[in-house]
C-alpha cells in the first residue's frame, strides 16, 4: 500500500516523495507522514475501503470551518478520491502536519473562543450538500429550515433504525426514542439560526499543536443547533469548564441550554450503538428516558 500512497501523493502534488513512515489513523483509515522532496513533511490518510466522495467531502468540510479564520483547521493540501469504486491507485486525503502538543489553560481558552467564533460565523441552512459520514454509517444532510424537524428526521430516526437493525436497539428503548422525538418541538429551545458545526465534535477530534494551539480535525460539518458540538465535546470527557465558559461568555447560550445536553448527545450515543453496539444502545435509552 504505501508504494500506491506514495505514487498518489507524488502525482497529486507534482514533487517526489522521498519518506513515508506510518502512524496511527485510528479505526477507519490508515495514516502515513509523508517527506517530500523539499523536506515538508504532510500527514496522509488513506483506506481501501471508504466511499468514493469519501475524501473529497472531508476536504470540503474542513475548508469550509477554516474559511472563517477564527480557529485552527489543517490546510488541505491533496484529495486523490475518484468517482467510481475500483478506481486503481490509492485514494487519499493529504493535510498539513500538525505536531502535537498538549491542550493547556490557554488553548482551552482559545478553544472556547475559537468554537463560538467558528458557529456564530453560520451556516446557509440546517444539513449540507452532503451526506454525513461517520464511519460506515451514512446519515442523510437535506438542508432546511425548521431545527426540530431536521434533528428528528436527518439525526434521531436514522441512527436508531441503523441501532435497531444491528440488534444494539430493542422495541421498547425504539419506543422510547419515539416518544422523545414527538417532543423534540417543545424541548429544543428558542429558535437560533443555523451554526457552522464541526458534526463530530468528541475530544478526539480536537488536537494541539505544539505551542499548544488547537486544530479541528476529523469533521463531518454541517450547519445545525450549535448547542449539539458543545454536548458532544462533553459526552466522552473533554476540556474544561473554562472552555465552555469561554465559549459563553463570547456567545452566551439560551436558558435552559445545560437541561437539553443529553437530548444532543442521543445523537451520537446513537451513532455508537449503530457502530459499534455495546452499552451505546442501553447508555441511548436511558438519556431518551429523560426526555420522554
Known amino acids: 500500500m504505501s508504494h500506491a500512497v506514495a505514487g498518489a501523493l507524488a502525482d497529486a502534488l507534482a514533487t517526489r516523495v522521498s519518506g513515508l513512515v506510518s502512524v496511527s489513523g485510528g479505526d477507519l483509515n490508515d495514516a502515513f507522514v509523508a517527506t517530500l522532496a523539499d523536506g515538508r513533511r504532510v500527514f496522509v490518510k488513506t483506506s481501501a475501503d471508504v466511499l468514493p466522495g469519501t475524501y473529497r467531502a472531508e476536504a470540503e468540510d474542513l475548508r469550509w470551518l477554516a474559511e472563517p479564520r477564527v480557529i485552527g483547521v489543517p490546510e488541505v493540501l491533496a484529495v486523490v478520491d475518484p468517482e467510481v469504486s475500483g478506481a486503481p491507485g490509492a485514494r487519499l486525503l493529504a493535510l498539513e502536519l500538525i505536531d502535537p ?145 469561554a465559549y459563553a461568555e463570547a456567545h452566551p447560550l439560551a436558558d435552559g441550554h445545560e437541561e437539553r445536553v443529553g437530548l444532543w448527545q442521543l445523537f451520537p450515543l446513537l451513532v455508537h450503538a449503530a457502530l459499534f453496539g455495546g452499552g451505546y444502545g442501553p447508555s441511548a435509552v436511558r438519556t431518551a428516558a429523560r426526555y420522554a
Open 101 to 245: 502538543g498538549r491542550l493547556g489553560a490557554d488553548g482551552e481558552l482559545e478553544l472556547g473562543r475559537g468554537l463560538a467564533a467558528m458557529h456564530a460565523a453560520g451556516a446557509a441552512a440546517f444539513g449540507a450538500s452532503h451526506p454525513m459520514r461517520l464511519g460506515a454509517l451514512v446519515v442523510p444532510n437535506d438542508p432546511g429550515d425548521d431545527w426540530p424537524a431536521f434533528y428528528v428526521q436527518q439525526r434521531l430516526e436514522p441512527v436508531a433504525r441503523a441501532a435497531r437493525d444491528r440488534g444494539a436497539l430493542d422495541a421498547r428503548g425504539a419506543q422510547t426514542l419515539a416518544r422523545v422525538c414527538a417532543r423534540v418541538g417543545e424541548l429544543a429551545g428558542p429558535p437560533e439560526a443555523p451554526a457552522r458545526l464541526h458534526g463530530d465534535l468528541w475530544s478526539g477530534n480536537v488536537l494541539a499543536d505544539a505551542g499548544g494551539r488547537p486544530y479541528l480535525v476529523d469533521p463531518a460539518a454541517y450547519g445545525g443547533h450549535r448547542e449539539v458540538d458543545l454536548a458532544m465535546l462533553r459526552l466522552f470527557g473533554g476540556p474544561s469548564a473554562r472552555c465552555f465558559d
